[in-house]
């Protein structure tokens, strides 16, 4: 695959042109998903965050912010929101963070840190962020920071909690990928255009909507459709731990398309792929891609299994950035970014924003920086 271009500006430019990209979408709720920890997300947040003009509003599906990473101990960035940024967390992180700001209002939400409150930035300090932990929750936590003056909200989230990337929560998305993502720099490609492969799964035909349109209105869970269009409600109530069978059902009514109206579980598609007879071909509809409850290389194994995945509503992925962060010694940034920005080709546009780097779909192509700029992210 030739090489797209890769364009470096200062980081500033590189910031205000992810903030353009945002604001001139129609995306009014913007999940930012990190692939793992450590993949630059905070930094992400913080940087759309600072200097502009448009007043943002804030959330997160769970707790991010805190300042060490559970996991590996490592010292993460804080999030630290500009004068004027509404905040919907909990009380206990407020707390926590030794964080103020004015409160606004208190939803009717419980979490085990407390109530989620509504406030207004007053551009001192970083705060731990906390929202709601379910997805009606934070649609409502949304809506609220919506009605006190945000134009766009900035969903925090991570790749285990892809609810926050919901249709019914977000209409835009950003996907931050970075150098711990897999052992190696290639295990981070393969893994970085799975999770691609998995976030922006191909919507149906008009005519297969209309065709599932019955499914929908009658919340079905589990129905067969043959070539011909006919319909065949499942008898399991649901996909988990079904999928030997669903598998032996399909084989038998000759399905063509299965729609599933819940989770999609890896359990389920691996049980279908082995009991599913030689040479199958089955097209599997879900409403978006936050339902498939499996990990990112699941895609690719049920294309080479003769299942093709679909969905109802696409998910609106604007952007990913990269970050070259890993232990024990970072990845050089160009080097890394322009294996992200090759492997992705054409499909979207990638940044990093921190080192400076750019690469929009069908940009013009320009020399790479200095080798003292080189040189420097080798340190």
Do not use: W
Request: neutral net charge.
């Amino acid at each position: 695959m030739a090489s797209r271009a890769v364009v470096k500006t200062a980081d500033v430019a590189t910031v205000d042109a992810l903030h353009g990209l945002v604001m001139d979408s129609p995306a009014r709720a913007l999940a930012v998903i990190g692939l793992v920890k450590n993949a630059g997300k905070t930094t992400v947040v913080n940087a759309l965050m600072s200097g502009c003009a448009c007043a943002f509003g804030l959330t997160s599906l769970g707790l991010d912010g805190e300042p060490i990473d559970h996991v590996s101990g490592l010292a993460k960035p804080r999030i630290a929101p500009p004068a004027g940024t509404l905040v919907a967390t909990t009380l206990g992180s407020l707390e926590r963070s030794g964080y103020r700001m004015d409160i606004l209002e208190e939803l009717p939400f419980r979490t085990p840190l407390g109530p989620v409150v509504i406030g207004r930035a007053g551009g001192q300090g970083r705060v731990e962020v906390s929202g709601p932990t379910t997805l009606a929750e934070l649609r409502a936590t949304v809506d609220r920071l919506h009605a006190h003056g945000a134009e766009r909200v900035l969903v925090d989230g991570a790749i285990d909690r892809l609810g926050s990337a919901s249709p019914r929560v977000s209409d835009g998305l950003l996907l931050a990928t970075g150098g711990m993502v897999g052992d190696t720099l290639e295990d981070v490609v393969e893994n970085t255009v799975a999770a691609l492969d998995h976030l922006t799964l191909p919507e149906v035909s008009r005519q297969t909507q209309e065709l599932l349109a019955p499914c929908l209105r009658d919340d079905a869970r589990l129905v067969s459709f043959d070539a011909g269009g006919r319909a065949t409600p499942l008898t399991p109530a649901t996909a988990v731990g079904a999928g030997a069978t669903v598998a032996r059902e399909a084989a038998r009514l000759a399905t063509a398309t299965l729609f599933v109206g819940g989770a999609l579980t890896e359990g389920f598609l691996e049980e279908l792929l082995r009991v599913s007879p030689p040479r199958t071909r089955l097209r599997i509809v879900v409403r978006d891609a936050t339902v498939l409850v499996a990990p990112a290389g699941s895609v690719q194994r049920c294309r080479r299994g003769g299942i093709r995945l679909e969905v109802l509503t696409p998910l609106s992925l604007l952007a990913v950035t990269t970050n070259p962060f890993r232990t024990p010694q970072s990845y050089p940034g160009t080097t890394f970014f322009r294996a992200i920005v090759d492997a992705i080709g054409d499909r979207v546009p990638v940044f990093d924003v921190v080192s400076g780097l750019s690469s929009m779909p069908g940009g013009p192509r320009r020399p790479q920086g200095s080798r003292a700029h080189e040189k420097g992210l080798m340190q």
